[in-house]
């Protein structure tokens, strides 16, 4: 049972004025009283629906009866500016990319077969989403070597303007970080991208120091940056070698390349836009590409 | 020297994952052949009730880890090891403590016993070790919020989730405790955390006072939305495995009366904070939670205020056993 079709039993008993609630959700749908909450909790945060819980009458109930459900018809306009999004974010090189262009390219294909999403819609976490247009513009701007100015509100929730020259990006613990020289603290600081409320690309170039980059990587900040990389040895034919692969790698015999990586199943996800691949180490992700396939095989028998 | 090793591990059903982790690994160690609701009573895990100024997530791990820990441990008649660094500011012998910390983990594996953890993943909560594997140089790990995580690097043990704390626990070996004195000593720690200030750090306080500053954030409306979901999710599920371990404490001592009244009391407790939940629920730090109304936290407040009554008199019970 998909949550789409909980969501809409939930939506119709509340409007018949039936006021449910987690237990009865989870009894009706033979479902944990915890995804029942989490239905509640899609209903609410990412539906926006005004829906509120009644003590009197021990349910929920929507506080302003005019919401509706959002409907599953995408318009032509619709279809085509999803379209182009996802054609933009698979060129972004970078995994995240790709998957935001995955599901954009699901959307639209599950849609137009009038059907609903079996495995309910997709879930992206909120600051991925919101670093990838800046992700976007930033790169543009350290590919040009120029100076950016940001809005940027700090984990206390100070807002400032701040001139930064850009050196890299980073992706750690499943956010989008930036390295630049902030004119305002005369020091490299880290930026997290989420946090950037605007930019502006100016036309003032600078130089990198590359060797206070180093020392600030290795010194400056060891608790963020202290978390090791793992290291993979990949086969893949010279042919398919990547020109621009997303991930730090080198190239360590003919056809083995040694990448470093955060996350197996981003790093999976990669692998699989390659033509062909073998995994030659770590064991433990020879075994998570194994099951992977196994996944893949048992769909299709 | 055996190169690979995996143990099977399932962590207990509790929020509250220091227990949930304790409790996988006594079980897959064949230390305590009781439910997760009876661990929480008689190791004490499941009194404290911790709420910093306003309200932080963090307030449920603000506690001296080793000294509780081992004294959580120890009630159950379990000796164990406990230790913990805090890799801030850096540690200069960090390599040695880490292969030191291996050494220990590895011995512990290879006698069938996962070993408890700070953080095994980006998350900060409490985890297992279930394995290792010296040629991939890592750990096999278990957490709370993953399936199948990926394992940690032998040199990521202690930096896995950015509040980097090296914090490992290793079940040593059993002894047979009578249920009586458990329960005693249980009880007795269940009164000090209760009635005693909260010794490590002075924006947090405990029991009593732990449940004043909570309904003080409400009134004042100085609080952290995540943190009351998550403390909301936290202590009820404490309370209600309180109430059910004391339920199933009244076969062992069917004399002891009262016992049945401090599970009723507890699993009052126990609904109030189920409805609670359903006016806060808990949603993910990534899923931004929707203000809480003005009628919600009056709801909140007037129900803690009931929950601290309810609790105060389980406490005058306890306090004659």
């Keep these: ?301 | 020297m055996q190169t690979r090793k995996e143990i099977a591990v399932e962590m207990g059903p509790c929020w509250q994952t220091y227990v949930s982790s304790a409790f996988g690994a006594l079980r897959a160690a064949h230390y305590w052949e009781y439910d997760a609701s009876l661990f929480m009573v008689l190791s004490g895990r499941g009194f404290p009730l911790i709420v910093e100024e306003r309200c932080c997530a963090s307030s449920v791990t603000v506690y001296e880890w080793n000294e509780e820990h081992f004294r959580a441990l120890d009630r159950i008649g379990v000796f164990s090891e406990t230790n913990t660094t805090i890799l801030h500011p850096p540690v200069h012998s960090l390599k040695n403590l880490q292969e030191h910390a291996k050494k220990r983990i590895i011995e512990s594996l290879l006698q069938e016993k996962p070993v408890v953890i700070w953080s095994p993943t980006s998350i900060c909560e409490f985890g297992l070790i279930r394995g290792f594997d010296l040629e991939d140089g890592v750990y096999f790990v278990t957490s709370i919020d993953q399936k199948n995580p990926d394992p940690l690097l032998f040199e990521n043990l202690g930096f896995a989730s950015g509040v980097n704390i090296l914090h490992y626990q290793i079940l040593h070996s059993v002894q047979s405790i009578p249920m009586e004195t458990m329960l005693q000593s249980s009880l007795e720690y269940a009164q000090k955390s209760w009635n005693q200030e909260c010794s490590s750090h002075p924006r947090y306080r405990k029991g009593e006072r732990g449940y004043d500053t909570w309904i003080k954030a409400l009134k004042t409306s100085q609080f952290d939305s995540f943190g009351v979901r998550y403390l909301l999710a936290v202590y009820g599920d404490n309370r209600l495995h309180l109430a059910s371990g004391f339920r199933q404490l009244q076969d062992f001592f069917p004399k002891r009366k009262t016992l049945k009244n401090i599970a009723d009391l507890y699993q009052q407790v126990a609904d109030l904070f189920a409805k609670m939940r359903e006016i806060a629920p808990f949603s993910p730090p990534s899923i931004p939670s929707a203000l809480l109304s003005s009628e919600a936290i009056q709801q909140l407040h007037t129900a803690l205020e009931e929950c601290k009554i309810l609790e105060s008199k389980a406490m005058q019970i306890i306090s004659i056993q």
């Design chain 1, 1 to 301: 049972m998909s949550n789409l079709h909980r969501i809409q039993w939930i939506d119709k008993e509340i409007r018949a004025q039936r006021y449910p609630n987690c237990h009865e959700i989870s009894s009706h749908f033979e479902i944990s009283y915890r995804q029942a909450s989490r239905d509640i909790e899609y209903l609410r945060y990412s539906l926006q629906a005004p829906i509120a819980y009644s003590q009197e009458n021990q349910g929920y109930y929507y506080e302003d009866s005019a919401f509706v459900l959002p409907a599953l018809y995408l318009s032509d306009e619709e279809k085509n500016l999803l379209s182009f999004l996802a054609e933009k974010y698979s060129t972004l090189h970078h995994p995240q990319g790709h998957r935001i262009a995955e599901i954009f390219d699901r959307l639209i294909i599950e849609r137009e077969k009038k059907k609903a999403i079996s495995k309910g819609p997709p879930i992206i976490s909120l600051p991925q989403l919101q670093s990838i247009p800046c992700y976007h513009h930033i790169r543009e701007a350290i590919q040009k070597n120029v100076k950016i100015e940001i809005e940027y509100t700090n984990k206390n929730q100070e807002r400032r303007i701040r001139l930064v020259h850009l050196y890299q990006f980073l992706e750690k613990y499943n956010y989008f970080y930036l390295i630049a020289w902030c004119e305002l603290k005369n020091a490299l600081r880290i930026f997290r991208l989420d946090r950037i409320q605007s930019m502006k690309t100016t036309s003032d170039g600078f130089t990198k120091d590359n060797a206070q980059l180093q020392i600030y990587l290795h010194e400056e900040d060891p608790h963020f940056l202290a978390l090791k990389p793992y290291t993979a040895n990949i086969k893949i034919s010279q042919e398919s070698i990547p020109s621009n692969p997303p991930y730090e790698c080198v190239q360590i015999s003919q056809d083995i390349v040694q990448f470093q990586f955060y996350d197996s199943e981003k790093f999976i996800q990669y692998l699989l836009t390659l033509p062909s691949f073998q995994v030659q180490s770590p064991k433990w992700l020879k075994e998570k590409v194994r099951e992977r396939f196994h996944t893949y095989w048992k769909l299709h028998e």
